[in-house]
């Protein structure tokens, strides 16, 4: 299923520009408060968002044949997704901006470094582009509301110690469950025109917990249980890399950078589309976002990251890391005919090379030229396409994000890939909350 939006921007143009307001005394302020940014601007969309049923309710957004109902609705224009938009050729744009122009848009921690997934945020929230004040504050924010409950920590020790890392997220989400103040207005009996508030504020709170409990999952699970503060000095991403216990520089950087690019890819996806999904039957945000992470744990949607790290060491198991062109196509063309697809290649919309993967590329480029992984991947990108196609059945046989991002967090030392698909879901909170 894919985003009505293209159709409904025809119907009538985008919500007003917030910027500026005139505070005490008429001095003009920027508001550099996320809340009240959405405050000055939901009222303006709710009416909008009446006009548009009024104006295009009857409109039709077009056919639907039964290959598209058999392929999981496929193309089907059937969604309001507000936060980004996927083109089949191009790639993400979030709220219109492309992966390149965040890269230089958005505001970073560092001159010239990578963008900080608060500013994103923003952006998602609110669809300005924000200013490095404003990214700031949302950093406070996020930063102030961070302290997960001891119950959650309880329910990740008592777990099976078995038990995988996307499903350790889904328990502490569910955990936190108990606090959500959307379900407790909704029992005191809001006003439907205010659900938005107490929806923002479980927003906020999850999406500043997430990256406390990801490290704690990660610790426990790989090292020995010994937890690590959050650094009041760092900013969101960086501090999740530096609580699972990475602080060199560039991993700090490379955190940022992942958790700004994977966070949406409108709502078709089956993450989105699941969290979409729940929450129209009001569930609150930790019950809708953890019906979006069983999704994403899934190996044809962000396990895939998870799987490429672990088929990349089956060829390096095999031919060691010398692998050259030829025995690269062996091992390809065997894992077609053992009945598995290439993970990392292919996509359900996108018919090019991933954006997102050209900027991880880009990413390793920089930073880790000579890494052998990186080396392999790019041998992959030369190898598996030309394959794909002969298949004859492929639609898309270019690299999507999961084929590199396993090679980023190798470099910095974090290796166990089972916990991968966690740090894709902790940057997924960020679309998928703002879209509710
Ligand atoms: N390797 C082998 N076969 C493939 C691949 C691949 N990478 N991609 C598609 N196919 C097959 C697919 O299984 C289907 O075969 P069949 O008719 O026998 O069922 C045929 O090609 C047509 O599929 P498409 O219409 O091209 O793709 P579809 O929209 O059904 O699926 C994916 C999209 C992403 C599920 C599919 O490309 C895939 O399984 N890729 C590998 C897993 C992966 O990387 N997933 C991550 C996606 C991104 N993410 O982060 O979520
Ligand atoms: C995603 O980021 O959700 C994936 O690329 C899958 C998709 O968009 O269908």
Known sequence: MRSAKRLLQQCRPLGTQLE???GLGGVRTMITDLKAAMAAKIPKE??????????????ALGACTVEQAIGGMRGIPAMLWETSLLDPEEGIRFR???????????PSAKEGGEPI??????????????TVDQAKAVTELLRERSKVPDHVFKVLRDLHPNTHPMTQLCQAVLALQVDSK?????????????????????SINLIAKLPTIAAAIYRNTYKGGELIEADPKLDWAANLSHMMGYDDEGCLEMMRLYQTIHADHEGGNVSA?????????????????????TGLAGPLHGL???EVLRWLNEVRAEVGDNVTKEQMKEFVWATLKSGKVVPGFGHAVLRKTDPRYTCQAGFAARNMPDYPLYKLVALLYDV????????????????NVDAHSGVLLQYYGITEENFYTVLFGVSRALGVLSQG
């Open 96 to 106: 219109g901006h492309t992966i390149p122009e965040l890269e230089e848009k958005l």
């Open 182 to 202: 959307f379900a407790a207005d909704y029992r005191a009996g809001i006003h439907k025109s205010k659900y938005w508030e107490p929806v923002f504020e479980d």
């Open 384 to 399: 598996v396409p030309d394959i794909l196609i002969q298949t004859g059945k492929v639609k898309n046989p270019w690299p």
């Open 304 to 306: 895939a990251n998870q």
């Open 273 to 293: 589309h699941a969290t979409h999904l729940v929450g129209s039957a009001l569930s609150d945000p930790y019950l809708s976002f953890t019906a979006g992470m």
């Open 117 to 130: 997934p608060e500013g994103l945020l923003w952006l998602l929230m609110t669809g300005e582009m924000p």
């Open 20 to 22: 500026e307001v005139v």
């Open 46 to 59: 709710q009416e909008r968002l009446r006009e548009l049923r009024k104006e295009c309710g009857p409109k």
